[in-house]
């Protein structure tokens, strides 16, 4: 069993930035590929970023690209998502996730999944 804890939201300006952490507990998860994914009122859980175990494969969704960078420290078992030029289209619950074969968009594909943490970006 793996859980998924998720900290660093909160509230930007538009232009700022924010770094989120996820830190799965009960597991290690220095096995899994990770990503990211969020959800914004009233829309599907969209894909964000993901990254393989070793940390030498990522994937973005075009909207974040040369904004956001994913990336995990496997000494602290933590995934961070690094978050600049925040826009209010970012504002969504972001959650971190984890798969034992998949980085990319098919969310089916992740097995287990943080709580969420907030983050809302004001114009």
């Known amino acids: 069993q793996v859980q998924l804890v998720e900290s660093g939201g909160g509230l930007v300006q538009a232009g700022g930035s924010l770094r989120l952490s996820c830190a799965p507990s009960?597991?290690?998860?220095?096995?899994?590929?990770m990503a990211w994914f969020r959800q914004a009122p009233g829309k599907e859980r969209e894909f964000v970023a993901g990254?393989?175990?070793?940390?030498?494969?990522?994937a973005y969704t075009d909207s974040v690209k040369d904004r956001f960078t994913i990336s995990r420290d496997n000494a602290k078992n933590t995934v961070y998502l690094q978050m600049n030029s925040l826009t209010p289209e970012d504002t969504a619950v972001y959650y971190c996730a984890t798969s034992a074969r998949h980085w990319g968009p098919v969310k089916e594909l992740y097995q287990y999944w943080g709580q969420g943490t907030q983050v809302t970006v004001s114009s």
């Open positions: 990254i393989t175990w070793s940390g030498g494969n990522t």
């Open positions: 009960g597991r290690t998860a220095s096995s899994y590929h």
